[in-house]
């Protein structure tokens, strides 16, 4: 069989991602990423720490981060990006910047990270009041929190799940019911913190539900990091990334009105 005619591979873009060791969503980054471009994974070296403030100082050391950018410059990356929510938050504002500025001397190339994503997002989304679902305990909760603060931005609600392992089992289910948690008349947008909290197909159900933006630990990663190729990520109805999904959002300010009776949804959680 001749296939001379189909010619060498398609050019691709590459996204360097770092990760912490127990990171297990790389499927649910994938799906925000387009086709021409690829994602080369890499982790953090193993501690034996559950999830707490210390593992998140452990895993976003500069020099751990610097030795994780130096195994994927071999395969030419356009962009670095740090997935883990905790990790660069736990330094508040001025180390999340010292840590991409560590990954950039490493890699030579422009870095993100998932916390920086965030603020990134909030400015693009113009959200000046924002409620918070975390899978953390109360402690990492509370750092999340001041990190927000500090980029002036007004915590209008917040719930979490106290969780220490194995957040990347949580269901659909248990989000969504967090999110009607935390969500308050006030919110001009909904986060949801922890790249290792599955998210993608909840985002949509959750806009037309509350009428405010949903943004997510790994879509504003992917969304920030693909925009520095100047690319957009994909994904069916999320106002992130898809400003004409904004429409039919309430504004900034505005009162979303009640959440609609469970018995009403539509059935789709996993």
């Avoid at 990760?19 to 471009?37: G, T």
């Avoid at 953090?44 to 195994?71: C, G, I, N």
């Avoid at 957009?232 to 999320?238: D, S, T």
Wanted: charged share 20%.
């Amino acid at each position: 069989m001749d296939v001379s005619f189909l010619g060498g591979p398609s050019p691709q873009r590459g996204v360097g991602v770092v990760a912490p060791f127990d990171f297990a969503l790389d499927r649910e980054l994938w799906r925000w990423v387009p086709d021409e471009v690829s994602l080369h994974m890499t982790r953090t070296p193993f501690v034996p720490v559950e999830v707490s403030l210390d593992l998140a100082r452990l895993v976003s050391e500069h020099e751990t981060l610097s030795e994780a950018v130096r195994t994927i410059n071999a395969v030419a990356p356009e962009v670095i990006a740090y997935a883990c929510t905790s990790g660069s938050f736990v330094g508040g504002v001025m180390g999340e910047r010292a840590m991409c500025e560590a990954m950039s001397r490493a890699g030579a190339v422009p870095a993100i990270t998932t916390s920086g994503g965030l603020l990134e997002a909030l400015v693009e989304l113009d959200v000046r009041r924002v409620a918070l679902v975390t899978p953390y305990t109360v402690s990492v909760t509370r750092s999340l929190e001041a990190y927000v603060a500090q980029a002036g931005v007004t915590i209008s609600g917040c719930a979490f799940m106290g969780l220490t392992r194995h957040i990347w089992k949580v269901p659909y289910r248990e989000v969504v019911d967090m999110a009607r948690e935390a969500v308050r008349g006030d919110a001009d947008a909904l986060f949801i913190s922890c790249t290792n909290l599955p998210t993608y197909d909840v985002i949509p159900q959750l806009e037309a539900e509350l009428r405010i933006p949903v943004i997510s630990a790994n879509q504003v990663t992917m969304w920030a990091a693909l925009r520095r190729l100047g690319t957009r990520a994909v994904g069916p109805y999320q106002a992130l990334i898809n400003p004409e999904a904004r429409s039919g959002l309430v504004s900034p300010g505005a009162d979303p009105g009640p959440v609609v009776p469970e018995e009403e949804q539509q059935e789709g959680w996993t």
